[in-house]
Nanobody
Framework: QVQLVESGGGLVQAGGSLRLSCAAS????????MGWFRQAPGKDREFVAA????????RYADSVKGRFTISRDNAKNTVYLQMNSLKPEDTAVYYC????????????????WGQGTQVTVSS
């Protein structure tokens, strides 16, 4: 089992920045690719960003490319999502997820999920 706990969400004005963190425990963190997903009210959960087990590979949704950066610190068992130039349409609950394989953009590919952290961007 892998336990994931997100933090860093909050209320920010459009154009602002937030940094989300996801702390993992329970298994060897470096064995897991990590992903960030988000879900807005009334919408399906969608892919945001993913990172390989070593951190050498990343993937982004087109909607966040150039604004968001995913990174990880395997010594701290933590994955981050730096979010810049935030827009109201980025408002959602953000979830991190772990997968014991190569990273994926599919929600169904991930084995473990955190509880989520709310990000609200005001216009």
């Amino acid at each position: 089992q892998v336990q994931l706990v997100e933090s860093g969400g909050g209320l920010v004005q459009a154009g602002g920045s937030l940094r989300l963190s996801c702390a993992a425990s329970g298994r060897t963190f470096s064995n897991y690719a990590m992903g960030w997903f988000r879900q807005a009210p009334g919408k399906d959960r969608e892919f945001v960003a993913a990172i390989s087990r070593t951190g050498g590979g990343t993937r982004y949704a087109d909607s966040v490319k150039g604004r968001f950066t995913i990174s990880r610190d395997n010594a701290k068992n933590t994955v981050y999502l730096q979010m810049n130039s935030l827009k109201p349409e980025d408002t959602a609950v953000y979830y991190c997820a772990a997968r014991r394989a190569t990273y994926s953009v599919s929600t169904q590919a991930y084995d473990y999920w955190g509880q989520g952290t709310q990000v609200t961007v005001s216009s």
